[in-house]
């Protein structure tokens, strides 16, 4: 057995953190109770290796550059707790949570409280948990037991289902390129956090590893009889051993929790959310100025609403290899002339940016002699890496200098010619030499303690130039790569996915998955980036459920030499713009949850089980649906040829509503609806209250706000409350004060239904009247408030009110 040379003995406690030594070795173990549902367990073997986290950030919008003291703990709560040791045995409870930790081998079990009982819910194995004194060989190592009836979820964007058990995944940023999305493994994130899931209990956990090298989560597929057989369990190549077990109860405790653990998600523009353009093949053609501003002229032409394009690397290569940060005048002889005709047209920009540079770089010996690059593991070169188009090396964001060389290119290479916003691409630092060396802000360490940092850092620089460029607007970004904390910074996609079937539905659980795991702006490539062209199904079925997610975009760099875009088929071009003007129609709702997750924490998108967990049904048979916001279920096609598909409708005495034809269903059971090829269909809960801008969207001209709140009062008794922020959508004003709530309060009555709605804020609304609007079966009394006042009564289903004037 896995002992140490002596027990572990309580050496100091206070602030809320027990250190224990063992005696005669080097080993030092911190308990911190953090937060009634918080506690962290260190483990210093010898030296720390990292003394700073980059990840955690309880509450914050941003951190240090040089990253925050791992042992500052003022930003948690610290609350009160019981403890005592007693024959080698620790224990340490707040009012939700007990630790008891076995002192002999270092053991842990996690124990919950139910009906003034204590339940354990985790264990470590028996033996060998944790990997002392390199017993286990190298690396760190934490190995858990398996429970009764567990599922596991989390870890970010991973393939296959949406649970993780019977599963080994590596944590290894790399450049999937055509991604097979049910299997291929590792991906582009690196998020060491997952949840379990105790189905006896009714309880979740989760279990966040603050490691920043690559690693190893397995679940159950390694088998030891010496060892208890069955337990799952956590390999890092370096680094130290920290980690924090989060208890829910609940799972939206869980995942709230997690993500203001790791900071707060960043409040995008409005503009963000509208459909975003973008295609590698533009700026790859040696035309792509007049390339690029055809595609203005066809979303004219075929009038589709467009808010912004993605600006592809093309627009720097010459000969083939790309070259960041240098214009390419052949391809875009007047890179201003682009951006002001783009905004001419409202279509903000987004431009393309690598990480690295190629060895024949312009710029290359200016920062090889500056020591700017991630270095050799000698400190004497640069790291020469394997790149796209040659071979190169990755700038250390590590390296203050630079971290502000990338942050000034940023805004003379782009920002000054009129590109709005950012997108960091490539930038999965895909170094296999662990021992290459980086600044570390002065103290040279290895590459790999650190290597999940990069992506963070880079986008770190990213957003603070533009910030800086025009501090009284909000940034806007995009990164390809990251890790916990990504969500401080930027919005993501699930990468380079395959255009096949199979990647719509294993991209749904891949999106899920970043929700559960604190990464709620995101989307994926809509139609498939690599591989044949959709056929006009696939592709619609895609566009249907695109709509529906935080990130919208069509994306694609197909093998057959075709261009993934809104009009490419003739036959469903009507389909395609209504479901695109659809999108901008739900924009106001996309905003108030991009609120939601920014000053509460809550996902945009969410797995039915996330919101109805306490019916367990929705964990076996909801998996292939999701939850937009509290309201809408969304149920989409996976499969081609499907007309109609069974739901389980989770139990709620609300009820639901289909949206196509307006049915009423109640909650707990399966029912078999028509999801026709050119329509979408979807439910709305009972007691829902969903604001839209109601105006005509067109390509090219600003919509004025007509908002119009949809309104589907509980099918029984019932009331929802919900406060709509509204702001001018792009400044940072509301931090001052400019901004508005729309409260309404809806309260369902046997035989009336009453609405009380009044606005809160100083902020001027862009528009003065608000419309409700009801379903048509609604055949109870309806009576408005306005500020306390009765404004209306009667039965009709749609009712205008003035809110201002």
């Known amino acids: 057995m896995n002992r140490l040379s002596h027990n572990l003995h309580l050496l100091s406690h206070n602030n809320n953190t027990f250190i224990f030594k063992a005696e005669n070795e080097d080993i030092h173990v911190y308990i911190f109770i953090l937060e009634e549902n918080i506690i962290r367990i260190l483990v210093q073997d010898g030296e720390l290796k990292i003394r700073k986290t980059w990840w955690v950030a309880p509450g914050m919008k941003d951190i240090p550059l040089e990253g925050r003291d791992r042992f500052d703990l003022t930003p948690f709560t610290l609350p009160p707790y019981k403890w005592n040791i007693k024959d080698n045995k620790f224990e340490v409870c707040t009012s939700d949570l007990l630790l008891l930790v076995n002192l002999r081998d270092f053991n842990c079990e996690w124990y919950v409280k139910r009906n003034d009982r204590w339940y354990k819910i985790a264990a470590d194995r028996k033996t060998q948990s944790y990997n002392f004194k390199n017993l286990l060989g190298d690396g760190i190592y934490h190995y858990m037991s398996i429970l009764e009836n567990e599922s596991y979820y989390g870890l970010g964007e991973k393939s296959g289902d949406i649970e993780r058990n019977g599963r080994r995944f590596r944590m290894f940023n790399i450049d999937a390129l055509g991604y097979d999305a049910e299997k291929t493994d590792p991906l582009y994130k690196h998020i060491p956090f997952y949840i379990v899931r105790n189905h006896d209990y009714g309880v979740s956990f989760g279990i966040f590893y603050d490691v920043m090298s690559q690693a190893i989560f397995d679940f159950g597929v390694e088998k030891d009889g010496y060892y208890g057989r069955d337990y799952r369990y956590f390999k890092a190549e370096d680094g130290d051993l920290d980690y924090y077990f989060i208890l829910g109860p609940t799972l939206e405790k869980v995942v709230t929790s997690f993500t203001w653990l790791t900071g707060k998600p960043m409040f995008p523009p409005k503009w963000s959310i509208g459909y975003s353009g973008s295609s590698m093949s533009y700026t790859e053609v040696e035309n792509a100025q007049e390339a690029l501003l055809e595609f203005l002229n066809k979303c004219e032409k075929y009038d589709i ?130 021992k290459a060396m980086v600044n570390n802000f002065g103290e040279k360490i290895n590459f790999e303690k650190v290597r999940a940092l990069l992506p963070l850092l880079m986008a770190k620089a990213s957003f603070e130039a533009m910030e800086e460029y025009k501090s009284s607007k909000r940034p806007f970004l995009v990164s390809r790569s990251g890790c916990p904390g990504m969500q401080r910074y930027c919005q993501t996609w699930t990468g380079d996915n395959y255009t096949e079937w199979k990647t719509l539905r294993y991209n749904h659980y891949m999106g899920l998955g970043l929700s559960l795991s604190g990464v709620y ?8 980036f690599y591989g044949p062209a959709p056929d006009p199904e696939l592709f619609l079925r895609w566009i249907q459920y695109g709509i529906f997610m935080p990130r919208f975009t069509i994306h694609s760099w197909n093998t057959d030499g ?73 149920t989409p096609v996976f499969d081609k040829g499907v007309k109609e598909r069974n739901v389980y409708l989770p139990f709620t005495k609300d009820g639901w509503v ?27 809960k009972g007691g829902s209250i969903i604001p839209i801008n109601d105006s005509e969207h067109k390509f090219g001209e600003i919509s004025a706000e007509r908002r119009v709140l949809w309104i589907v009062p509980h099918i029984n008794e019932g009331r929802t409350f919900i406060r709509f922020f509204e702001d001018d959508g792009f400044s940072k004003k509301y931090l001052d004060g400019e901004y508005a709530f729309i ?60 809110i201002q004037e």
């Open 562 to 634: 075709t261009v993934n875009e809104p009009w490419m088929y003739p036959e469903i071009i009507e389909e395609v713009r209504n479901l695109i003007k659809f999108r901008y129609k739900l924009i106001p709702y996309f905003y108030h949850l991009f609120y939601e997750a920014h000053e509460f924490y809550r996902p945009i998108i969410r797995p039915v089980f996330y919101e109805f967990e306490e019916d367990k049904e929705t964990f076996k048979y909801s998996k292939d649906d999701l939850m937009v916001g509290p309201f809408i279920l969304l």
């Open 305 to 434: 609403p467009t808010s912004s394009f993605h600006l592809s690397s093309g627009y720097t290569s010459k000969e083939g290899k790309r070259y960041v940060f240098n214009w390419n005048k052949t391809k875009i002889p007047s890179p201003q002339k682009l951006t002001n005709e783009f905004h001419e047209k409202g279509v903000k920009l987004i431009a393309n940016v690598k990480p690295f540079l190629l060895i024949d770089h312009p710029s290359y010996e200016e920062l090889k002699d500056k020591k700017m690059f991630i270095l050799s593991r000698d400190s004497m070169v640069p790291q020469i890496t394997q790149l796209w188009d040659d071979m190169g090396s990755y700038i250390d964001f590590t390296n203050l200098e630079a971290f502000n060389w990338w942050k000034e290119k940023i805004k003379y290479a782009l920002l000054d010619y009129g590109i709005d916003a950012v997108w960091n691409d490539n930038n999965e630092f895909e170094i296999m030499d662990g």
């Open 521 to 528: 702006n995101f989307g994926h490539d809509v139609g498939g």
């Open 658 to 684: 289909e949206y196509l034809n307006q049915k009423v269903y109640e909650g707990g059971q399966f029912v078999k609806i028509e999801v026709p090829f050119l329509h979408t269909n979807f439910f709305i």
């Open 743 to 802: 409260n309404v309060e809806l309260n369902s009555y046997k035989e009336k239904v009453e609405i009380k709605l009044e606005k809160e804020g100083r902020f001027t609304l862009p528009y003065k009247d608000l419309k409700l609007q009801l379903p048509l079966f609604e055949k109870r009394n309806i009576a408005v408030y306005f500020a306390n006042e009765k404004i209306y009564e009667g039965n009709e289903k749609e009712i205008i009110l003035k």
